[in-house]
T-cell receptor, first 113, second 114 residues
C-alpha cells in the first residue's frame, strides 16, 4: 500500500519557467511533509518542508503548498535552472514518529536550456 | 562538518552470505535511521536507532538487524542475503530526542547480491 504517491515519473521544463511537482498521500496521520532532491550517486538532500498547520512555505525559489482536505502537496520551483535537474522525492511523517519518513517513488525533473 | 558518512560505497556479495554496512551520523545528531532504496523506488524505512536501542522498525524481516554504538555511529547487518536485497542502502541522521522530522542522508552503499 503506497501511502505517498508521486504519479508523474518524469517532468521536463524549460530553463526560467516554473516546475510543479505533485504528491498525494493517503494516511491522515501524516502531519509533516518534506521534499528531497537526489542526484545520481548521492544521497537525498533535504530541500524544504511544511507542517500540517500551514498551507504554504517558501524558501527562495522553492515553495511547497499543502492542501490537507485533498491530501495533496506540490513543490513549485521558480525560475527553474539546469542545476535543478534531479529526482525529487516527496516524504511524510507524523509527530509521534518524527524522523521515520515515508517516501514517494520520485519524479525525475529535467530542466532544458 | 563531514555530514553523514557511509562505508563501503559499493559491495558485491553472494546469496546466503551476510553483510555489514556502517554509518557515522552528522555532528550533533544522535538518531540514526536506515533505508533501502530499490531501483526505481523511493527509500523505504528499515529501522531507527536512538540511545543505542532500536526505536522504530519498518516492514522488514528479522534478517535485517542493526546496532548503535556509544559514539552514535551505527551498523546495518543483513543475514542470509537474497537477490532481492540488492539495493542502495541509505543511512540518515536526525536531531536529538527525535525532535526533528528532517533526516540528513549519506551517499549510500550500493549492495549487489549475485
Amino acid at each position: 500500500d503506497q501511502q505517498v504517491k508521486q504519479n508523474s515519473p518524469s517532468l521536463s521544463v524549460q530553463e526560467g519557467r516554473i516546475s510543479i511537482l505533485n504528491c498525494d498521500y493517503t494516511n491522515s496521520m501524516f502531519d509533516y511533509f518534506l521534499w528531497y532532491k537526489k542526484y545520481p550517486a548521492e544521497g537525498p538532500t533535504f530541500l524544504i518542508s511544511i507542517s500540517s498547520i500551514k498551507d504554504k512555505n517558501e524558501d527562495g525559489r522553492f515553495t511547497v503548498f499543502l492542501n490537507k482536505s485533498a491530501k495533496h502537496l506540490s513543490l513549485h520551483i521558480v525560475p527553474s535552472q539546469p542545476g535543478d535537474s534531479a529526482v525529487y522525492f516527496c516524504a511524510a511523517s507524523n509527530t509521534g514518529t518524527a524522523s521515520k519518513l515515508t517516501f514517494g517513488t520520485g519524479t525525475r525533473l529535467q530542466v532544458t536550456l | 562538518d563531514a555530514g553523514v558518512t557511509q562505508s563501503p560505497t559499493h559491495l558485491i556479495k553472494t546469496r546466503g552470505q551476510q553483510v555489514t554496512l556502517r554509518c557515522s551520523p552528522k555532528s550533533g545528531h544522535d538518531t540514526v535511521s536506515w533505508y533501502q532504496q530499490a531501483l526505481g523506488q523511493g527509500p523505504q524505512f528499515i529501522f531507527q536507532y536512538y540511545e543505542e536501542e532500536e526505536r522504530q522498525r519498518g516492514n522488514f524481516p528479522d534478517r535485517f538487524s542493526g546496532h548503535q554504538f556509544p559514539n552514535y555511529s551505527s551498523e546495518l547487518n543483513v543475514n542470509a542475503l537474497l537477490l532481492g536485497d540488492s539495493a542502495l542502502y541509505l543511512c540518515a541522521s536526525s536531531l536529538p530526542n527525535m525532535l526533528g522530522h528532517e533526516a540528513f542522508f549519506g551517499q549510500g552503499t550500493r549492495l549487489t547480491v549475485v
